[in-house]
T-cell receptor, first 113, second 115 residues
Framework: DAKTTQPNSMESNEEEPVHLPCNHSTISGTDYIHWYRQLPSQGPEYVIHGLTSNVNNRMASLAIAEDRKSSTLILHRATLRDAAVYYCILRDGSSGSARQLTFGSGTQLTVLP | DTGVSQDPRHKITKRGQNVTFRCDPISEHNRLYWYRQTLGQGPEFLTYFQNEAQLEKSRLLSDRFSAERPKGSFSTLEIQRTEQGDSAMYLC?????????????FGPGTRLTVL
């Protein structure tokens, strides 16, 4: 899977929006962009994924650049419970490709009260 | 709760001992994964099952590690002759073949400490 680059850490104030960036300049046409997060002392949990178009779900929004070389995870109103490590992961969606997730170091999000 | 469960949650052992961890995936999921996570790092892939077949193994999975999924339901991960470097969180995840994007659902992990 292609490599992603994320900032090591970010801070946000509670109830404000958070934009978590991810660069993936070597993304291929069949790579999906996935975001997972890991709260303290828990396993990772799925947040959102997309291919080309922006996506929204109950947890977050995913904004994908037109050239797909970067994306941004948007938390519309950060809460203290959103403090976690956020991982941006590329996965090849073509059949026969590897099924496992390749995690980087992620972005540690701190939410300030 | 119908999520992925792992047992035990914590395991402390002495170097040289064998340990076995269990993972119960979400019941309708036919894919099961094991990952290992050390402090400050993201999880690293160890191995993957589709039903009872072990389809992929990482180079991280040395000869001392063995994983099984005998009936395509729960899975076990055994580490023989544990070493201090095996100390880590061992995570299990499951997913359904029916979804093209293969969202993985993780368990809470088993934290192994080798003394």
């Amino acid at each position: 899977d292609a490599k992603t680059t994320q900032p090591n850490s970010m801070e946000s104030n509670e109830e404000e929006p958070v934009h978590l960036p991810c660069n993936h300049s070597t993304i291929s046409g069949t790579d999906y962009i996935h975001w997972y997060r890991q709260l303290p002392s828990q396993g990772p949990e799925y947040v959102i994924h997309g291919l080309t178009s922006n996506v929204n779900n109950r947890m977050a929004s995913l904004a994908i650049a037109e050239d797909r070389k970067s994306s941004t995870l948007i938390l519309h109103r950060a809460t203290l419970r959103d403090a976690a490590v956020y991982y941006c992961i590329l996965r090849d969606g073509s059949s026969g490709s590897a099924r496992q997730l390749t995690f980087g170091s992620g972005t540690q999000l701190t939410v300030l009260p | 709760d119908t999520g992925v469960s792992q047992d035990p949650r914590h395991k402390i052992t002495k170097r040289g001992q064998n340990v076995t961890f269990r993972c119960d995936p979400i019941s309708e999921h036919n894919r099961l994964y094991w990952y290992r996570q050390t402090l400050g790092q993201g999880p690293e892939f160890l191995t993957y099952f589709q039903n009872e077949a072990q389809l992929e193994k990482s180079r991280l999975l040395s000869d001392r590690f063995s994983a099984e999924r005998p009936k395509g339901s729960f899975s076990t991960l055994e580490i023989q002759r544990t070493e201090q470097g095996d100390s880590a969180m061992y995570l299990c995840a499951s997913s359904s073949k029916s979804t093209s994007t293969d969202t993985q659902y993780f368990g809470p992990g088993t934290r192994l400490t080798v003394l």
